[in-house]
């Protein structure tokens, strides 16, 4: 039985698996995208998630933490100067997985992991949906007015009525 065993082997042995997941958050933090598998893709984003957490917390025992899994010094202290910044406000969900397609190769699903961009971008967007939505449901009102006008309502369906309205209206002009 499998219970309690977390985690994709990945076709590696243990410390192939580490070395590699070493390098690649090392260079998700130097370049802030990587192109990868969707398995390793997602047994990634753990691991990275854990290093931005690290960096928030800030103090010099987080740091040795940090410095003992990424392999570049200067990637850490990149790390710690200002994607601490960019994710001060956020709790959790630093990485965005999105799905590629297959690699030509052997087929294998691609997927690429950015670290997402600063919060006030995202907030501007909400902004701009919302006032998109509102002009939506404007012109939605105007199609119902509309498409009533053509139809009629139910009391135009009423001959007599619909006679003595025409007679109101030719009245009117």
């Not at 957490?53 to 010094?73: E, F, N, V």
């Not at 998109?132 to 309502?153: D, F, H, L, P, Y």
Request: glycine share 6%; aromatic share 4%; hydrophobic share 25%.
């Amino acid at each position: 039985m499998r219970h309690r065993k977390t985690g994709r082997k990945l076709g590696r042995n243990s410390s192939h698996r580490n070395a590699m997941f070493r390098n690649m958050v090392t260079s998700l933090f130097k370049y802030e995208q990587l192109e990868t598998t969707d398995s390793k893709a997602k047994e990634l984003r753990p691991i990275a998630e854990k290093m931005i957490t690290l960096s928030k917390r800030g103090d010099l025992h987080a740091r040795r933490q940090a410095l003992s899994y990424i392999k570049d010094g200067d990637v850490t202290h990149r790390l710690f100067e200002d994607l601490k910044d960019r994710y001060s406000d956020r709790q959790g969900g630093y990485l965005r997985i999105v799905k590629k397609g297959s690699r030509r190769g052997d087929g294998a699903p691609v997927s690429v992991v950015q670290l997402l961009p600063a919060e006030q971008e995202k907030k501007t967007k909400k902004k701009v949906k919302g006032a998109k939505s509102a002009i939506r449901t404007e012109s939605k009102k105007k199609e119902v007015k509309k498409t009533s006008e053509k139809k009629g309502s139910v009391e135009d369906k009423d001959p007599e009525k619909r006679a003595s309205a025409k007679d109101s209206e030719s009245g009117e002009e």
